[in-house]
């Protein structure tokens, strides 16, 4: 198996995820923007191959997943697990921090599946799960509820664009805050990225909503 890549792979869903699809054996690559965050994961699993990389730079970026094919070939699933998560009211941010969430939110992960996506499709076979939430926007939470917004549309863009070569390309839309213990504990929400992962093609679901 050609392995998982975990982009965003801090603690909480990220952990989660890379520990549920190592737990099937498949090789893993976890990407993100600092190595203090990469480390304790890593060492977690042990085997994993650990990149930083910052989702904004689009060379960065790429270069880190070129590594990944590099090393494990070409992905079996790419999860986009990075965003910006911040309380904020409509007109409270300037412009420039408005792009920047909307570049980490949105921008890097367009990025990311039209670097990976072409490999899988000329393979026939993959799959691009992209965080989502804010099943319904929130004004105190505007930047998150246009950004969430934008992954389901760049969600059902891909999928008509590369769906029928065999990619997968799902989200799964994460209604509440996440933490152990509760009804959002991360290792019950990496159970759909499995899911979406391993199901038929002729049963591919585009969204799961995790709710309490």
């Known amino acids: 198996m050609a392995g998982a890549v975990i982009i965003g792979a801090g603690p909480g ?21 600092r190595s203090a965050t990469l480390e304790p994961l890593a060492a977690e699993l042990g085997t994993a191959l650990a990149l930083t990389a910052d989702v904004t730079d689009e060379a960065s970026l790429k270069a880190a997943l070129d590594t990944a094919v590099r090393e494990h070939g070409e992905p079996d699933v790419v999860v986009y697990n990075a965003a910006i998560i ?8 300037s412009v420039e921090r408005h792009l920047a969430a909307w570049s980490v939110n949105v921008v890097g992960a367009i990025t990311t599946a039209a670097h990976v996506a072409p490999g899988m499709a000329k393979r026939g076979s993959g799959t691009i799960i992209v965080t989502g939430g804010m099943p319904e926007a929130v004004p105190a939470y505007t930047s998150l509820s246009l950004g969430k917004a934008g992954v ?58 995790h709710t309490a």
């Open 13 to 33: 869903i990220g952990r989660s995820v890379a520990h549920r699809f190592a737990k099937e054996g498949l090789p893993i690559t976890l990407l993100a923007r």
């Open 86 to 93: 911040q309380a904020d009211a409509p007109g409270e941010l």
């Open 152 to 209: 389901r549309a760049l969600v059902s863009l891909l999928d008509k664009e590369f769906g029928p070569s065999g990619v997968h390309v799902a989200t799964v839309t994460v209604a509440g805050p996440v933490a152990k213990g509760t009804p959002f504990d991360p290792d019950d929400i990496a159970e759909h990225y499995w899911r979406l992962h391993t199901q038929p093609r002729e049963d591919w679901e585009q969204e799961i909503i």
